[in-house]
């Protein structure tokens, strides 16, 4: 194949095997990104409060036993006059009617509470209290519902948005998967070397830039070598690729210039070795070249 159509197939596998790489990478990241909302969301429904009962009845006043602390307090009373008629013991008799007075202030305190509950209770069931409070509930409630109801529907917009981006990704790896089968289907690199950024990239790149063939270059004696040194900053080189692919193959201002002129070399050399296994092998590269050039004019994703 001549020179330039061979630099012109190398530079599509190039582009496409960067748009594989790119739209995994991709894939990847808004992945991360969905599941990193959705466990947002989740966090959010979470923290969403729990209804209350619409139909509010006053809960009964909770009464406090007094009982037993009148019964102790008497007991240290009755003890402590005991003990001051029975042995004149005043410093014992003391501590027993202080502590009957503790229990008797104990006794006071629950006595006080119970009346206050009651108190509350009958103000609680006032029809207008009773109705205020259902009314209160019922906009709780209302609240609840709207929070959930956004938090739904939050969830699903991200859940949409990944759907539509997830199919527009696995699309776009199949489609350029299928043109890299048509390209490699050629036959003009080695099975070795199909797939292989690092390889691809350093077939194109030596090509580019000296005379040399498609036989030179893979006969080159520092030919692994060179695709090591590639490897080794292959981080680099795919940042590089990536940066122009889209400028380059998408809305490039010369785009359509650079299509025409390499469509026109094509059909030149299709014309020269017309009804020859050449003509064949250019009339399929520019078919393979024409629907790479609008799988890129669709794929706007790449930037």
């Not at 095997?17 to 989740?42: L, P, S, V």
């Not at 729990?50 to 102790?72: D, F, G, I, M, T």
Request: proline share 2%.
């Amino acid at each position: 194949m001549e020179r330039d159509a061979t630099i012109l197939y190398l530079k599509n596998v190039l582009d496409l095997e960067t748009a594989k790489n790119k739209i995994a990478r991709m894939y990847r990241r808004d992945e991360r990104d969905y599941q990193k909302k959705t466990r947002e969301i989740e966090a959010e429904r979470k923290k969403i409060p729990r209804k209350l009962n619409e139909a509010y009845v006053p809960r009964s006043p909770y009464r406090e036993s007094w009982v037993p602390w009148v019964l102790l307090s008497t007991a240290f009373f009755v003890m402590g006059v005991f003990i001051i008629k029975k042995y004149q013991t005043y410093f014992i008799s003391f501590f027993s009617i202080w502590w009957g007075i503790f229990f008797l202030g104990r006794a006071l305190g629950k006595i006080s509470y119970n009346v206050g509950e009651k108190r509350a209770y009958k103000i609680r069931c006032r029809p207008e209290n009773v109705q205020k409070v259902r009314q209160e509930n019922q906009a709780h409630n209302q609240m609840v519902d709207d929070m959930k109801t956004a938090n739904q529907e939050k969830q699903m917009a991200v859940q949409n948005q990944w759907m539509d981006t997830k199919e527009q990704y696995l699309e776009g790896h199949q489609r350029v998967q299928e043109l890299l089968s048509d390209f490699y289907g050629m036959n003009l690199i080695p099975n070795r070397y199909r797939s292989n950024l690092a390889a691809i990239y350093y077939i194109y790149d030596w090509m580019s830039s000296t005379q040399d063939t498609l036989s030179d270059v893979l006969a080159r004696t520092q030919f692994e070598e060179g695709i090591q040194r590639v490897e080794a900053k292959m981080d680099q080189v795919i940042g590089n690729l990536e940066d122009v692919l889209y400028e380059t193959r998408c809305v490039g201002a010369n785009l359509q210039t650079v299509i025409s002129k390499n469509t026109k070399m094509l059909q030149y050399l299709q014309a020269a070795e017309q009804n020859t296994a050449a003509g064949a092998e250019y009339a399929r590269l520019a078919a393979n070249y024409s629907r790479a050039n609008a799988f890129f004019a669709a794929a706007n994703y790449l930037k």
